[in-house]
């Protein structure tokens, strides 16, 4: 087993969001997200402090015989346990954030994810099992185009984003990782045969734009790209995209396991 990790953070001077790790059971990634302005004032903590402490409760978690969800509902509940006292962490603009999730185990891979983040299975016969929630990337398309003329920072512009978090966790939104264990009901899971994989990988919605926004290759196609240069590739690929298209920047962040 080798396991290659390539982050990059999206915006400079600001802290990297994203979290990933490996242990030899399985393979986390947590793309964290929060607010706008003033968000500082409902968590103190911040995002980045979010995603590690999700990211760390579920790695030392997968090596149980809990099931995925109920991994990632306990992670839930001991992070938000761990700042519902200092922090209003119901808030709408309180951190939250996307998970994918591996585990090889008992002659299988599992995979489970919430958010907008991506697991990707390479399969020696077949296509790739890939798993992602497109509910988010639909609903904020919308919210994009209401946003374009709008300048940043304004009321209207706070406006608008607060409306989108409203749907966030709601009937007919998307569902993330936050303060409600609840939301692992509506999490992708799945699994496949073990003597069936290849290359296995997570990962973040600013790495996976390289196959769903920008077209550049497949999925089978992003997989080769994994198993012959690696994760630093599919990252530096996605910044020449961004910088050709006039795309602003994300974290971005894959792991694999070959």
Sequence with gaps: MRVAMATDAGHPGRTNEDFAGAVPCGMVLVDGAGGISGADEVCHHGIAWYATRLGGALLGALSGDRSLRDVLAEGIERVTDQHRDTCDVTHPISP???????RFSGGTVEHLVLGDAVALVGRALGEPV???????????????????????????????????????????????????????DEAVTGECPADDVRTAALLSNGASRLVDTFGLT?????????????????????????AREGVATDDATVICRT
């Design 96 to 102: 939250f954030a996307a998970v994918a999730m591996l």
């Design 130 to 184: 890939v798993a992602h929630d497109p509910r988010e990337v639909v609903i904020a398309r919308s919210f994009e185009e209401r946003l374009r003329d709008v300048p940043e920072g304004g009321d209207e512009y706070r406006r608008l984003f607060m409306e989108l978090r409203a749907r966030r966790n709601s009937p007919g939104g998307f569902w993330v990782a936050k303060d409600d264990p609840r939301v692992v």
């Design 218 to 242: 497949d999925w089978p196609g992003l997989l080769r790209l994994l198993e012959t240069d690696g994760p630093a590739e599919v990252v530096r690929r996605v910044r020449e995209a961004e």
